[in-house]
């Protein structure tokens, strides 16, 4: 499965984006989604999956995952935005029933910054 991501930006604090990832290859509704981030200089770290992965502790009550699977597409809603949310937005995939998250995308840069 090929991974797309886009809307990522410059946003001030206390605002919002929308992230999207468009999917393509196999069916999409085979794989379970999410999405990490990566902050210059940081691990990547994991930010919210659908199901019982759920959000990082961090973006709990701000960031929201979704999906579509009729457009193929998986969503980040983020609410509320901090400086610290500044990072490099990937999305990825895994089989159903696979721990491994083995698709990626190129990434989206987010910046809150004022």
């Known amino acids: 499965v090929q991974l797309v991501e886009s809307g990522g930006g410059l946003v001030q604090p206390g605002g919002s984006l929308r992230l999207s990832c468009a999917a393509s290859?196999?069916?999409?509704?085979?794989?379970?989604m999410g999405w990490f981030r990566q902050a210059p200089g940081k691990e990547r770290q994991f930010v919210a999956a659908i199901g019982s992965l759920g959000y990082a502790d961090s973006v709990k009550g701000r960031f929201t995952i979704s999906r579509d699977n009729a457009k193929n597409t998986v969503y980040l809603q983020m609410n509320s935005l901090k400086p610290e949310d500044t990072a490099v937005y990937y999305c990825?995939?895994?089989?159903?029933?696979?721990?491994?998250?083995?698709?990626w995308g190129q990434g989206t840069q987010v910046t809150v910054s004022s």
């Open positions: 290859g196999r069916t999409f509704s085979t794989y379970a």
């Open positions: 990825a995939a895994r089989d159903v029933g696979s721990s491994l998250w083995r698709y």
